[in-house]
Nanobody, 120 residues
Framework: HVQLVESGGGLVQPGGSLRLACAAS????????MGWYRQAPGKRRELVAQ???????DYADSVKGRFTISRDNTKNTVFLQMNSLKPEDTAVYYC??????????????WGQGTRVTVSS
């Protein structure tokens, strides 16, 4: 079992910055993907950014150039630096970790979510 614990959400003014963190603990396969998804009220959950264990990244078009994802493999932690925040970034942000193990079984874990509100 894997537990993901997020931190760093809150209220910020437009143009401001926040840094989210997500620490994973438990039985984690060494080759994995960690990422951030978000869900705004009345909308579907969407991928924000993800990073593989070897550092390859992928971003939603809406956050490219403003958000940066990174990870510390020694601490099983993923970060999301969010700059130039806009009101449309307001959502609950969820941490995700997933992998396919050596038996080709898919494992998928989610954090409890942290709320980000961008408002003046």
């Amino acid at each position: 079992h894997v537990q993901l614990v997020e931190s760093g959400g809150g209220l910020v003014q437009p143009g401001g910055s926040l840094r989210l963190a997500c620490a994973a603990s438990g039985s984690i396969f060494s080759i994995n993907v960690m990422g951030w998804y978000r869900q705004a009220p009345g909308k579907r959950r969407e991928l924000v950014a993800q990073i593989t264990s070897d550092g390859s990244t992928d971003y939603a078009d809406s956050v490219k150039g403003r958000f940066t994802i990174s990870r510390d493999n020694t601490k099983n932690t993923v970060f999301l630096q969010m700059n130039s925040l806009k009101p449309e970034d307001t959502a609950v942000y969820y941490c995700n970790q997933h992998w396919i193990d050596s038996d080709k079984e898919f494992w998928d874990y989610w954090g409890q979510g942290t709320r980000v509100t961008v408002s003046s």
